[in-house]
């Protein structure tokens, strides 16, 4: 299957600072990306869409302004998540698709706020 | 995208077929059903994914009832690293997933 990178893998950093996770599509050209969270026993949740070249569109309930997302070409994505905080602590998980094909998911990263 | 519904959890015994029902009864004509499995702390790894007709991959089975609206997954001889919480998901191919809770399957030695 189609692989999917996401760096860092985990990160730890204070209240108040911003956290770039990058997502890569490895070996094919991602028309469009989605980061999605996950707490703690609980399912994945999606957070916003992002097609390259375009503003994502975010899910209700998520701060545009807090997550910042950028698809500035077909094989990257990153997601800012800007003066984070510990309720921020979370699991974050991108995926990538081409055009009618299914999505393939990063392996997550794991951001702790302290 | 239509709303599924998975047993909680389920047990299996190693060496054996595991079959993972899901239900999915609001399904639209043209959306697929997708089959991921999420081992702890890793991201979600894609498994497989049908329309209407039964489908089976190099790792498992997906039988689509006539009427669409529940499949199985087949995990035909589960191991010890089939252990993880499958997500059964009703989308159209260019719309977003969104995730249940999924079933925890255990597979036992």
């Known amino acids: 299957g189609a692989v999917v990178s996401q760096h860092p893998s985990w990160v730890i950093c204070k209240s108040g600072t911003s956290v770039k996770i990058e997502c890569r599509s490895l070996d094919f050209q991602a028309t469009t990306m989605f980061w999605y969270r996950q707490f703690p026993k609980q399912s994945l949740m999606l957070m916003a869409t992002s097609n390259e070249g375009s503003k994502a569109t975010y899910e209700q309930g998520v701060e545009k302004d807090k997550f910042l997302i950028n698809h500035a070409s077909l094989t990257l994505s990153t997601l800012t998540v800007t003066s984070a905080h510990p309720e921020d602590s979370s699991f974050y998980i991108c995926s990538a698709r081409n055009l009618g094909e299914t999505q393939y998911f990063g392996p997550g990263t794991r951001l702790l706020v302290l | ?109």
């Open chain 2, 1 to 109: 995208d239509a709303k599924t519904t998975q047993p909680p959890s389920m047990d299996c015994a190693e060496g054996r077929a595991a079959n993972l029902p899901c239900n999915h009864s609001t399904i639209s004509g043209n959306e697929y059903v997708y089959w991921y499995r999420q081992i702890h702390s890793q991201g979600p790894q894609y498994i497989i994914h049908g329309l209407k007709n039964n489908e089976t991959n190099e790792m498992a089975s997906l039988i689509i009832t006539e009427d669409r609206k529940s499949s199985t997954l087949i995990l035909p001889h589960a191991t010890l690293r089939d252990t993880a919480v499958y997500y059964c998901i009703a989308a159209n191919t260019g719309n977003q997933f969104y995730f249940g809770t999924g079933t925890s399957l255990t597979v036992i030695p």
